[in-house]
């Protein structure tokens, strides 16, 4: 279930995009699930339906959802198993500001490292 916290700081397209990320990798909604119509979503959370079009637009570019004239479905994902989940957190909170790139390519050179 998709919910929006009036007092969270974060966007109400981001917290969308965030809760729905996590249940598709969780395997809370699985592959093939078609998804509520934006407009549906959007007044079920009492948002605009442009609030929702970004959420799914970011979602479908993360490669979790596709889209076509019959609506939007959830693609099949590899769910992370739980340690997996608990470890990219920690590593996350640890990041201390590098962006995305420099946190894997760090990560693929210590890899690199210790496989070899």
């Not at 965030?18 to 979503?41: C, E, F, H, N, Y």
């Amino acid at each position: 279930m998709i919910s929006i916290d009036a007092a969270d700081p974060t966007p109400p397209f981001e917290q969308i995009r965030q809760q729905m990320a996590d249940q598709i990798r969780t395997g809370v909604i699985v592959a093939g699930t078609k998804l509520p119509s934006v407009r549906q979503l959007a007044g079920d959370l009492r948002v605009a339906n442009g609030t929702v079009v970004r959420a799914y637009s970011e979602l479908e570019a993360e490669g979790l959802l596709e889209s076509n004239r019959s609506g939007t479905r959830v693609r099949r994902v590899d769910v992370l198993p739980a340690e997996a989940r608990t470890a990219a957190r920690a590593y996350i909170a640890s990041l201390h500001g590098l962006s995305l790139d420099d946190a894997i390519s760090a990560v693929r050179a210590e890899w690199a490292r210790t496989a070899g």
